[in-house]
């Protein structure tokens, strides 16, 4: 369901103090922390966003701080216009802000005596399931000593073809990390709408949704971040589905008003009700999240390739019973567009067409079959999972040309017994 509402519009609220404490991620952008052309610090906007999460803590939820800035802060600190194209220029610019950023922070926090953490993250770190599970340790760490986290992706020494690549998506993963309830993505906009409404005076503003997939379809979200940032609406969205599918309910909301948090978490529906709520954007979380592991695989992962299998039916098998077969012993067709499968198979070497992209073995890559569309007479290419390889690419590719060419005993390959992934390591696509 995607539901609009316009502003006029907006379905009133009752409101009710949450009764159970909860963890939440808030992430703020760039433009909630420097001026886009000056690149000042809205030291108003950060003073109420610090007061704020000083607000829920005394509510008893735990707060983790995702923030952005640390480019913005750095063109200020070096006299810098406008921000660099040298990637090699814009870490350094990000190595003199991040200082300075958690300086800020460190200020407002600390006139009330609230400690804080800096924890700086890159995909790298999380790639390797032991550091992945003790950034997760330290971060549970961090909440359960009433300490304030606050995540930024290491920039640093981020790799530009395996960073997060906006801090939407790192707030994603980290709400996933720390079992949260809500993730927050604030942004310079109310909320979600079909359209920029900056240019679109008849756009519509989404208040739910609990698909994302068909949301993409009806709402234009081509518009760019800010000059400073990296993000836009677009990234946000993917935010969302990551978030969701770890079980996370994921709110876009003003960053400019970040006391709205409070009243969006401590109010729920009613019909009756003549308080109004903040207008924001809710995405419902999915009914049935992925545990963590699966989901690591998933969104923790660089994907360094592709495998294409000759047949989906080698990976995954049907919820589908016997019982689905017509009388005249044919099967009822199943909606692919719902994820009908309880259990996966590891992937058998013979079982595999062709990969694409250089890999190491123990690295992340899609598992991808070919669908004829039934509108048309041609097939699509569809990611169907994603798994960590036993091989590497090269390793592969001659286990294909033996099995190719029969000889896979002579190579030293058991043909029915080499498997490419294992059960254990693969993770299907909702």
Known sequence: MVSYHSIAYTKVIESVKSKDPMTLVIKIGTSSICDEKTHYPLLSNLSRIVETILHLKTLGHRVVLVTSGAVGVGLLKLGLVEKPKSCAAIQAIAAVGQGRLMSMYDDLFGRFNQPIAQILLTRNDLADRSQYLNAVNCLTELLDMDIVPIVNENDTISDGAVRFGDNDTLSAITAGMVRADYLFLMTDVDCLYTDNPRTNPDARAVLVCDNIEKLRQEVCVT????????????????????????????????????????????????????????LHTR??????????????????????????????????????????????????PVDESVNSFSEVSSVPAIAVKSIRGNFIEHQAVNIVVRRRCSQKDEATTVAIAKGIVNFSSAEINRILQANKNNKMGAFGYDTQNTYLMSQDNIAVYA
């Open 223 to 278: 518009s760019m971040g800010s000059s400073l940032g990296t993000g836009g609406m677009m990234t946000k969205l993917v935010a969302a589905e990551l978030a969701t599918a770890a079980g996370v309910t994921t709110v876009i909301a003003h960053g400019a008003t970040p006391e709205n948090i409070i009243p969006i978490i401590t109010q729920q529906d009613s019909m009756n009700s003549t308080t109004a709520t903040p």
């Open 283 to 332: 995405f419902l979380p999915n009914a049935e999240p992925l545990v963590d592991r699966k989901w690591w695989i998933l969104h923790g992962l660089h994907t360094a390739g592709t495998i294409e299998i000759e047949d989906e039916d080698v990976l995954l098998h049907s919820n589908a019973s016997s019982d689905d077969d017509d009388e005249d012993g044919s099967r009822t």
